[in-house]
């Protein structure tokens, strides 16, 4: 992005103030907030360059949307989530072969579409998805998928479900390689069997090249930081 590249000129000045003030002002025209009316981000800390330089990677990979642009300017020194601009169009491929393609057969028998809603949606359109991490939860053992869902969700998330990840998949396997496990847990996402038990899937590696599509217990497995969450941002309007 133009605006991006521009940044990273003016940081050669050696003058944070004046180059965090650039950022904000080409940051808005860059990403300008969705709600109707007049919405100002606020600032509350400077960044350093190496923050802003991080940002600038992020907006020349298309990667910073509006609410994550807020979130650094409010508290640079939290890492600006990642942001994967997906398209999904459900017409032009069944979900279950989108899966099959990812996964090959190394696929759960009980992850079938009556159980599971092989579905993103009937109309094409473009979500910005994001990996969101599980925390250590009490003795650090880590945090179940019922956890981290309650969690998620009051922090503005939507949970996602198997379409998403078959389709998130198929377009970013580099991304799903980084982790032991990236899990779904969204409503449709979640069968109960005749034990009573709450699964949800989950997509993890084989090999370099390989991966499996498994479910995991809901409510008492706990993840750990090597494992994600699929999800996207609410968009807030005021």
């Not at 000045?13 to 109707?36: S, W, Y």
């Not at 979900?95 to 696929?107: Q, R």
């Not at 159980?115 to 094409?124: A, D, I, L, Y």
Request: proline share 3%; aromatic share 10%; charged share 30%.
């Amino acid at each position: 992005m133009k605006f991006a590249l521009a940044i990273k000129q003016i940081l050669y000045i050696e003058n944070r103030k004046l180059a965090f003030r650039f950022l904000h002002t080409v940051g808005m025209q860059a990403c300008p907030p969705k709600a109707d009316g007049e919405e100002k981000m606020k600032i509350t800390k400077i960044p350093n360059l190496l923050q802003i330089l991080r940002l600038c990677d992020l907006m020349l990979e298309d990667k910073v949307n509006f609410q994550n642009f807020e979130s650094f300017l409010k508290n640079p020194g939290q890492v600006v989530p990642d942001v994967f601009p997906t398209e999904f169009d459900a017409s032009a491929v069944t979900l279950l072969e989108v899966i099959k393609k990812s996964v090959k057969s190394n696929m759960s028998k009980n992850i079938t579409e009556d159980k599971f809603g092989f579905t993103c949606g009937k109309t094409k359109r473009t979500v910005d998805l994001e990996l969101a991490s599980f925390l250590k939860g009490e003795n650090n053992k880590g945090e179940s998928g019922e956890e981290a869902a309650e969690r998620l969700i009051g922090e503005g998330y939507i949970l996602e479900n198997l379409g998403e990840l078959a389709v998130f998949t198929d377009d970013r396997h580099s991304e799903i390689k980084k982790y032991n496990s990236v899990v779904v847990m969204g409503d449709v996402s979640r069968w109960k069997n005749l034990s009573g038990q709450i699964l949800i899937p989950f997509i993890g590696n084989i090999n370099e090249d390989d991966f499996f599509l498994e479910l995991i217990d809901f409510r008492n497995y706990k993840f750990d930081a090597s494992s994600r969450v699929l999800v996207s941002k609410k968009i807030k309007i005021e």
